[in-house]
């Protein structure tokens, strides 16, 4: 698969469709690669994802559908995803289907059939399979589905070029076969056919446009939307009432139609994962059962919870502190000299010079030095997640939400939060109930982001360096107290109502494949690099301007910032921070929060004093010295956390910098 495009064929249209949790977006990953466009589906915040590639010569639009369980219309990533597939009508469906969990991923396939679009089954994770001693067998699925059933490992990439080939060969006949019109049991299928035969003498046109057979579903079910798009008229949906063959059904059954077709289709998937899975003949209790003995009980769960956030803190700041040294060495020492000489060379003026080593570097440079713990965080946030242990914390953290009148489900944009909260306020479109939204999108800013990381790493560092990822991990758990308090205010003031009903899937265990985790922690921490490249060097170098104003001023606190700075002082006096180097920065992080560091390393910041310039080689040579030092300090620290003791290593002597200033003016 390659990109570009062959204008001599036409473009065949490939939707995505699966369940969440199938590993439908690695899928994607995998065979798009960085092809892979993101956007919003129109009219809504759903994230959509497009690619255009080629295989064996052929060009592909591929378009991921949001994970979903069903079609009907009761979410929002549901009606997108049915709306997509009746209204544009794509030239072939790839159905990825968790091969571990057959039976309920097989619900949605019973639906993609109904459309009567050709269909590819992807049947994924088949490693884990293996593994678990299971036997698919292939041939009779796909004889009993009438349409080609690839085995794939996605996040390996093993069977994805036959995937695509089906998927080719399906778009461009129709496939190897029709998809095969499954029997939903005798008084199903006779009313259906009493509504398509109406559907055909009333609408002669319509077949051309619609399955008649899904129509005919859609009007059992009562599903309005549907029933506009096609443009039926309420005689239509009298229909329902007056056939003959519907009345027998309902006289013969207590439940309603909607409720007949969801069982008959259940029934068809467990029936058809009977006659093609067969399992091991003894039996065992799996590793996921064991686990969520411990991590699911009412007891240990929560403690559980608090100790995996822990360590993830722990974790980042044992592993990301080294590399924050080492950057921080590389931009104040080695960079700083090259730009240094590069301006002198180029005979700049003086105040260029310190614009680019003060105001860029100690402003940008001061921000960027956070990025490995930023990225630790993201890597161990997005481990979690790919782990399974995510869906579960929600889960254990039901309970404690129900106090707020929220359910667990909400608990997950909470979380994301400690990323980023823009993401995380996205998130809560996957709440059905918008009472839930507007609760939980109120809530989620008191959640911890990665832009206050910096801000917390700067003093802990200083004042707690010994126990800083402890310190900041308790800085977190206040944010969630603090959001379980408001949220108990709200509840019981501006939202009150029953506590919604909590379903959720809880995927198996899984160990993440490394590609898969750097390309997820890549995409959540790119935007902090990004935001320093625009928002931090904007502000950095008007910052650096307003401590510079009047034109030669020497003391900063005359600055044009000293002066705004001391006018702001007394209102943060009562909090403690009544200098006004501190109200300086503090206004400065209403553009974002990163900014409060970029501000307080460019006014605490102090010239550096002439020394012997290292040549070239040496600050190479250094600088690859130091990293290496990163790199065993940083696995000697994790080898400490978890109780190995090892041999102290005497540092050399520290030479002050602005930290120490800093320092100081906070220490009483």
Not at 323 to 332: L, N, Y
């Amino acid at each position: 698969m390659r990109p570009g495009s062959d204008r001599g064929r036409e473009t065949i249209t490939v939707a995505v469709a699966g369940n969440p949790n199938s590993g439908k977006s690695t899928l994607i990953n995998a065979v798009a690669g960085t092809r892979l466009q993101v956007g919003n589906w129109p009219g809504v915040t759903v994230e959509k994802k497009e690619a255009h590639l080629v295989h064996d010569g052929h060009p592909i639009r591929l378009v991921d559908l949001p994970g979903t369980y069903s079609l009907s219309p009761y979410s929002q990533e549901e009606i997108i995803a049915r709306d997509y597939l009746v209204q544009d009508q794509p030239d072939v469906l790839i159905d990825v289907v968790d091969a571990t969990n057959l039976e309920r991923n097989l619900y949605l396939t019973m639906q993609l059939l109904e459309l009567e679009r050709p269909v590819v089954v992807a049947l994924n994770f088949f490693d884990e399979v293996r593994k678990k001693g299971l036997d698919i067998n292939i041939r009779a699925l796909e004889e009993a589905l009438g349409v080609r059933v690839v085995p794939t490992v996605a996040s390996r990439g093993e069977g994805l070029p036959e995937l695509m080939a089906a998927a080719v060969q399906a778009g461009q006949n129709g496939g190897r076969r029709a998809p095969r019109k499954l029997a939903y049991g005798e008084d199903l299928e006779r009313a259906a056919q009493s509504l398509e035969d109406r559907l055909q003498e009333r609408y002669p046109g319509l077949a051309e446009r619609y399955p008649l057979r899904w129509l005919a579903y859609k009007l059992m079910e009562g599903d309005q939307m549907a029933l506009q798009e096609a443009n039926l008229d309420a005689e239509a949906a009298a229909w329902v009432s007056s056939a003959a063959a519907v009345k027998h059904l309902k006289s013969s059954h207590d439940e309603d139609l909607e409720g007949l077709l969801a069982e008959a289709r259940h029934g068809v998937a467990a029936g058809l994962t009977r006659e093609v899975l067969k399992r091991p003949g003894w039996s065992k209790v799996e590793l996921t059962e064991r686990l969520d003995r411990i991590i699911l009980n009412r007891i240990l769960g929560i403690p559980v919870f608090l100790l995996a956030m822990w360590l993830v803190f722990k974790l980042t700041f044992d592993l990301g502190n080294p590399f924050v040294d080492w950057v921080d060495g590389v931009f104040s020492g080695p960079l700083t000299r090259w730009t240094t000489a590069l301006l002198t060379w180029l005979a700049a003026p003086a105040w260029l010079t310190s614009l680019a080593t003060e105001g860029v570097i100690g402003g940008v440079g001061t921000v960027l030095t956070f990025v490995p713990l930023i990225f630790a965080m993201m890597f161990f946030i997005t481990l979690l997640e790919g782990s399974g242990y995510m869906a579960r914390a929600a889960f254990v953290m039901d309970r404690a939400m129900h106090l707020l009148g929220l359910h667990g489900k909400s608990f997950i944009p909470m979380l994301l939060g400690f990323g980023c909260n823009v993401p995380a306020l996205y998130a809560t479109r996957a709440l059905e109930n918008p009472r839930d939204k507007v609760l939980t999108a109120l809530l989620i800013p008191l959640m911890s982001c990665g832009a206050k990381l910096p801000v917390y790493a700067l003093f802990t560092g200083l004042f707690f360096a010994a126990q800083a990822g402890t310190v900041i991990w308790s800085l977190y758990m206040v944010g969630i107290v603090l959001a379980m308090v408001m949220g108990i205010i709200f509840k019981r003031t501006l939202f009150r109502g029953e506590n919604p009903l909590f379903v959720m899937e809880l995927p198996p265990y899984r160990l993440p494949t490394l590609k898969s985790l750097l390309i997820h922690t890549w995409e959540k921490g790119k935007h902090f690099i990004i935001k320093a490249g625009t928002y931090i060097l904007a502000v950095s170098v008007l910052m650096w301007f307003l401590l510079h104003l009047p034109w030669g001023v020497e003391d900063k606190k005359d600055s044009v910032l000293g002066k705004l700075g001391q006018g702001l002082a007394p209102i943060f006096q009562p909090l403690g921070f009544g200098q006004w180097q501190a109200a300086s920065s503090l206004v400065t992080g209403f553009v974002a929060k990163e900014i409060v560091v970029a501000t307080m390393g460019q006014i605490y910041g102090k010239e550096a004093e002439p020394e012997e310039t290292p040549s070239l080689g040496d600050d190479v040579k250094d600088i690859a010295m130091s990293f290496g030092k990163a790199v065993m300090d940083a696995g000697s620290n994790v080898v400490s956390t978890f109780g190995v003791a090892t041999l102290a290593v005497e540092e050399d002597e520290k030479t002050k910098d602005w930290r120490d200033a800093l320092q100081e003016q906070f220490t009483p």
